[in-house]
């Protein structure tokens, strides 16, 4: 396979559309097993390296999973990023086949387009993840509607309910520790973390189903990816506040409380909390930066192999 050619690729409910860059070619394969094979067939007969989605939800993960299988350089790209280079080229029509010739020509554009993406467990292993949190925000939201109804049989179906919701957390949560201790060293790095004040059974397994990565990326990339690192806002002589965004809200959430717990011990951060606060910063502001230390030392401590220990 050659860089020369990228493709593109807008995903739909029901249908696929492909571009090709440079040659401007466009195609069209059904949503489906058979339409991913010919997909993935009509790929490799192209000549295209590397292939490019747009990250809208879950319509594009069985062929994900199929390009990297096949060995294709594969990128989920932020809808954002590909809407700008629609500004930046002058256009203003759209159409799912003019999206398609669009994302292969940021595919083709973009260096940084295209990164590693995880094996069929580690899909797995996400797939459970995700499920468990959908069963923990129905059961909150059964939780609310107990209180406030007034009807006994409607408050014994919510009983009912959050107690099978709480069930079917456990099951998941079972069957998605298994996976995780059967992955390479599942054991020693789920130990290594909850070494972290903060950090428990719960954070540990988000942040070991759900940021994979953690043990293998600098600093500055680890905190990105958790979707905790500020991005500045300045020009001319205005400084805006800088901003957190981007990255896996399920990760940030997590690792936000796992910063809550962390400031409320003296052998965790309370300290370093206090400190900012102190000096005038806001609460939340102090607890993402809490939440960034964890996950910066997190990953540290994975490369290292070495527990955490609190600095002097």
Known sequence: ????????????????DVGLAPSGKVFREANAPSGIVALVARLKREGAG?????????????????????????????????????VAEGRRAKTDRLDAGLIARF????????????????????????????????????????????????ADSCRQMIAWLSQERANIEAQLELMLLETQAGQARRGLLQ???GVGPAVSMTLLADLPELGSLDRKAVGSLAGLAPHPNQSGTRTGAAQIGGGRPCVRAALYMAAVSATRTDKGFKREY?????????????????????????????????PWQKPA
């Open 195 to 197: 070494t972290i004040p």
């Open 274 to 306: 206090l400190a900012m606060r102190q000096a005038g910063k806001p609460a939340k502001v102090a607890l993402v930066a809490i939440a960034r230390k964890i996950v910066v030392a997190a990953n540290s401590m994975l490369k290292s192999g070495q």
């Open 107 to 154: 595919a083709l554009l973009m260096q940084d387009a295209a990164r590693p993406v995880p094996d069929a467990k580690a899909f797995e292993i996400r797939a459970l993840s995700t499920r468990r949190r959908q069963l923990v925000e129905m059961a909150a939201m059964e939780k609310v509607r107990l209180k406030q109804t007034l009807d006994e049989a409607v």
């Open 50 to 86: 590397k292939v490019v989605l747009e990250s809208i939800g879950g319509y594009g993960a069985r062929l994900v999973r199929s390009l990297a299988e096949a060995g294709f350089e594969v990128g989920v790209i932020d809808p954002k990023r590909i809407r700008a280079l629609r």
């Open 1 to 16: 396979m050659t860089h020369a050619c990228a493709a593109g690729v807008d995903v739909g409910r029901d249908w696929l």
